[in-house]
């Protein structure tokens, strides 16, 4: 009997390519563009594994078209690509990639905090342009870090990787998270369990740590800009429909917050239009977990729960275990 047949949508890493080799008959999509939805319809028809980037679709339509389809793999810790119910309905395990990308997710997300209160990437046009006159007295003023209000909406481990760093800021760390953690975690973490609206009236920096979901689909709208405070920046390494982008650009016009720092955007790679011009606004381009070493072991991950099944183990981070038994 033949090997089993893996569909993988981006060639990976060299140390994942080996984990995939060895288990599999693998076809890679090498092309610079993303798998058109067609192709990636018709490669999966015979493949008894999958294993994708967070711009592909596991939904009703592909599962369909993929009649022998064991496992579906995600090289992301987000899983809103994936209809989980529906894998389960057809009893494809779905994995993620959870643990391993927390501390560098955390990083950037402070990296854009920093960057948004201190006016860094203003700071670097300026200079970049020629027409810096030197030092005054008023120029690019920001917001202060140290010592201000750290409001952090999800306190999974990415949410708990920022209240880390903010100890060495001496900041207040407000926290709002579906179930309270324990009180030595509050502790040692020195957070403070509020409501959500406590958090937006009280925070100098709202941090959004949540997963994609119905509820938190624009968390943050009209409503929650209104009772920031105008001094205060939002960041967003989360989601991109978390928040509302519309009511973002509106509310920045109108002063109701400082600044934003975006990660994540509602329709990936399109930004809302009146982002793009604004100097309060720092943009990147869904580079949470962008460094070598993290995305290498997501891409490792991703390949150790694609052959797990097929080696007679339990695909480590499944996410509808049922699946498979008991
Ligand atoms: C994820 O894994 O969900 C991030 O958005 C990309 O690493």
Not at 1 to 6: A, L
Request: hydrophobic share 45%; net charge neutral.
């Amino acid at each position: 009997m033949g090997k089993p047949k893996v569909l993988v949508t981006r060639p990976l890493f060299p140390a994942a390519r080996a984990i995939l080799e060895k288990q599999f008959d693998v076809e890679y999509w090498t092309r610079p563009e993303r798998i058109p939805r067609a192709e990636l319809l018709a490669r999966v028809a015979d493949k008894d594994a999958l294993v994708v980037l967070l711009t592909e679709k596991v939904d009703e339509e592909l599962l369909a078209a993929a009649p022998k389809l064991r496992v579906a793999s995600t090289v992301s810790v987000g899983f809103d690509n994936i209809n989980v119910p529906a894998c389960t309905r057809c009893k494809v395990v779905a994995t993620n990639t959870p643990g391993v990308l927390d501390d560098t997710t955390a990083d950037l997300a402070w990296a854009l905090l920093m960057a948004i209160a201190r006016r860094i990437v203003e700071g670097d046009a300026w200079v970049r342009t020629g027409n810096w006159p030197g030092w005054d007295i008023d120029q690019l003023l920001g917001g202060d870090v140290y010592g201000k209000t750290l409001g952090l909406i999800g306190f999974g481990r990415i949410g708990r990787a920022m209240a880390l760093r903010s100890r060495g800021f001496q900041m207040r760390v407000l926290y709002q998270n579906r179930t309270r953690v324990s009180p030595e975690i509050e502790r040692e973490l020195g957070a403070e369990f509020v409501d959500l609206d406590q958090l937006i009236r009280e925070s100098d920096f709202i941090s959004l740590h949540v997963p994609l979901s119905a509820e938190t689909r624009h968390l943050l709208s009209k409503d929650a800009f209104s009772k920031m405070k105008p001094t205060a920046y939002l960041v967003n390494t989360a989601r991109g429909p978390v928040v509302d982008e519309a009511a973002l650009a509106e509310a920045l016009e109108q002063k109701k917050l400082a600044g934003a720092a975006l990660d994540v955007y509602e329709q990936e790679p399109k930004v809302h239009p009146a982002l793009l011009s604004r100097r309060d606004v720092i943009l990147v381009p869904h580079i949470g977990s962008a460094t070598i070493d993290t995305r290498s072991k997501m891409a490792v991950m991703a390949a150790n729960n694609a052959v797990a099944l097929f080696d007679g183990r339990r695909p480590p981070n499944a996410l509808n275990p049922e699946v498979l038994g008991s």
